[in-house]
């Protein structure tokens, strides 16, 4: 019984071992111009040419968006060898978090009492911030439009190939009767009639399973053609690939721009903060400055410091400038040089301008600007050719160039 199951195998192997070979002839015989090809129709050759459009350009958008949402080639290859392996990918920081953590620990280490340690742990707190936002994103982005392109070829794409490979070997196959029954035609002898008879069997089999196969294959290739074709050329399946795969993309810019917008605004509350830490450790800096130079700083009243001081001839509130609006306060001796805010001589020609933008100062030789407020403005060599100097009531100092219109 053994020996028995042996030769059926045996003679299996020989017989696709035989067919294979016999359509290796064929393709290379028409290859070299010495056997008749069966076309097919101009809409089936389109179709086919569309199938592999789609799946070339599918792969590389599969392989760049890997590429954008995990820069690191040796990272992508370990991630696949776990999703091989059906393990859980590692959690790893990112660039950002990586920076973030650096930024804590150093602020940390300079100490959290002092203006730049407290930078540093801010700055720290928000790259971690987005550095989890960037997580959010890439997970996003692979549930929601990596796994479907990648189902797609692994599923639709892959059984299209297959079919169109049988759809090949079934034409090689019904060439090959066609040839057989031409030289059986050919042929003088008493088993003529025999030969052709079977050749003519032998090609209506043929022409059948390749109908039946051609038929397979063109329904396939227009549901992708429904995928990616076309308003005119979908008109046999119902684009539901396209709906699922325009989605797909969908979803994909969505977690996009949730991801920059999350970004921004991380950013700009950094920005603030960071406003706001130094506007307090410049302030800071000033009362310590003043009580270590006068004895009786506990009841002296600077003018700085307190705008609104009582005069002491009269004992009337007289205005002097504000803390916002001095520019020649150096804090302490490590701060860099402020920029000096003076007068402007007689001879500088002042310019009316409107505000465009809010905007707040950064540091002590700037002021705060509203939209659509007037200010006097005036151009100084020291400020380059990106500020202006301002003048708002009591308050003078510079300005962006690109928050301003000027009127005159």
């Given at each position: 019984?053994?020996?028995?199951?042996?030769?059926?195998k045996?003679?299996?192997?020989?017989?696709?071992?035989?067919?294979?070979?016999?359509?290796a002839?064929?393709y290379?015989?028409?290859?070299?111009?010495?056997a008749?090809?069966?076309?097919?129709?101009?809409?089936?050759?389109?179709?086919?040419?569309?199938?592999?459009?789609?799946?070339?350009?599918?792969?590389?958008?599969?392989?760049?968006?890997e590429?954008?949402?995990?820069?690191?080639?040796?990272?992508?290859?370990?991630?696949?060898?776990?999703?091989?392996?059906?393990?859980?990918?590692?959690?790893?920081?990112?660039?950002?978090?990586?920076l973030?953590?650096?930024?804590?620990d150093?602020?940390?280490?300079?100490?959290?009492?002092?203006?730049?340690?407290?930078?540093?742990?801010?700055?720290?707190?928000?790259?971690?911030?987005?550095?989890?936002a960037?997580?959010?994103?890439?997970?996003?982005?692979?549930?929601?439009?990596?796994?479907?392109?990648?189902?797609?070829?692994?599923?639709?794409?892959?059984?299209?190939?297959?079919?169109?490979?049988?759809?090949?070997?079934?034409?090689?196959?019904?060439?090959?009767?066609k040839?057989?029954?031409?030289?059986?035609?050919?042929?003088?002898?008493?088993?003529?009639?025999?030969?052709?008879?079977?050749?003519?069997?032998?090609?209506?089999?043929?022409?059948?399973?390749?109908?039946?196969?051609?038929e397979?294959?063109?329904?396939?290739?227009?549901?992708?053609?429904?995928?990616?074709?076309?308003?005119?050329?979908?008109?046999?399946?119902?684009?539901?690939?396209?709906?699922?795969?325009?989605?797909?993309?969908?979803?994909?810019?969505e977690?996009?721009?949730?991801?920059?917008?999350?970004?921004?605004?991380?950013?700009?509350?950094?920005?603030?903060?960071?406003g706001?830490?130094?506007?307090?450790?410049?302030?800071?800096?000033?009362?310590?400055t003043?009580?270590?130079?006068?004895?009786?700083s506990?009841?002296?009243?600077?003018?700085?410091l307190h705008?609104?001081?009582?005069?002491?001839?009269?004992?009337?509130?007289?205005r002097?400038?504000?803390?916002?609006?001095?520019?020649?306060?150096a804090?302490?001796?490590?701060?860099?040089?402020?920029?000096?805010?003076?007068?402007?001589?007689?001879?500088?020609?002042?310019?009316?301008?409107?505000?465009?933008?809010?905007?707040?100062?950064?540091?002590?030789?700037?002021?705060?600007?509203?939209?659509?407020?007037?200010?006097?403005?005036?151009?100084?060599?020291?400020?380059?050719?990106?500020?202006?100097?301002?003048?708002?009531?009591?308050q003078?100092?510079?300005?962006?160039?690109?928050?301003?219109?000027?009127?005159?």
């Amino acid at each position: 019984m053994d020996l028995n199951l042996v030769n059926d195998k045996m003679k299996k192997f020989a017989a696709t071992a035989a067919t294979a070979l016999n359509r290796a002839v064929q393709y290379t015989e028409e290859k070299l111009g010495q056997a008749e090809k069966t076309e097919l129709d101009a809409h089936f050759e389109n179709l086919l040419q569309r199938s592999d459009k789609t799946k070339q350009w599918t792969e590389k958008l599969l392989r760049s968006s890997e590429t954008l949402l995990q820069p690191n080639p040796s990272v992508r290859v370990e991630d696949f060898f776990y999703e091989k392996m059906d393990k859980k990918k590692r959690d790893r920081y990112t660039n950002a978090e990586q920076l973030g953590q650096v930024m804590i620990d150093s602020g940390n280490d300079y100490g959290p009492g002092t203006a730049y340690g407290n930078c540093l742990i801010a700055c720290g707190q928000t790259q971690m911030k987005i550095g989890n936002a960037e997580k959010e994103f890439v997970l996003s982005a692979c549930n929601n439009f990596l796994q479907p392109l990648k189902n797609f070829l692994e599923g639709d794409m892959r059984t299209i190939q297959k079919e169109k490979k049988l759809l090949e070997n079934k034409r090689l196959d019904l060439d090959a009767c066609k040839n057989r029954l031409r030289k059986a035609k050919t042929t003088a002898g008493q088993q003529q009639d025999d030969a052709v008879a079977k050749a003519e069997a032998d090609l209506r089999v043929a022409q059948s399973e390749f109908d039946r196969q051609a038929e397979v294959t063109k329904l396939l290739l227009e549901g992708i053609s429904s995928t990616h074709g076309s308003a005119q050329t979908c008109t046999v399946v119902e684009d539901v690939f396209l709906a699922h795969h325009l989605r797909c993309l969908n979803d994909f810019i969505e977690a996009e721009m949730n991801y920059y917008a999350q970004c921004h605004q991380y950013m700009a509350d950094l920005r603030k903060q960071m406003g706001s830490l130094s506007s307090s450790s410049v302030v800071d800096c000033a009362s310590s400055t003043f009580s270590s130079t006068d004895p009786a700083s506990s009841s002296f009243h600077h003018p700085i410091l307190h705008p609104f001081t009582p005069s002491p001839a009269s004992g009337a509130q007289v205005r002097v400038p504000s803390l916002s609006s001095l520019g020649t306060f150096a804090p302490h001796p490590s701060a860099p040089p402020a920029i000096e805010v003076t007068a402007p001589s007689p001879n500088i020609e002042k310019k009316q301008a409107r505000v465009l933008y809010d905007y707040e100062a950064k540091d002590l030789t700037e002021i705060s600007l509203t939209e659509d407020e007037l200010l006097s403005v005036y151009h100084l060599p020291s400020l380059g050719v990106d500020y202006m100097m301002a003048e708002k009531g009591h308050q003078r100092g510079k300005v962006p160039l690109t928050y301003l219109q000027l009127l005159n």
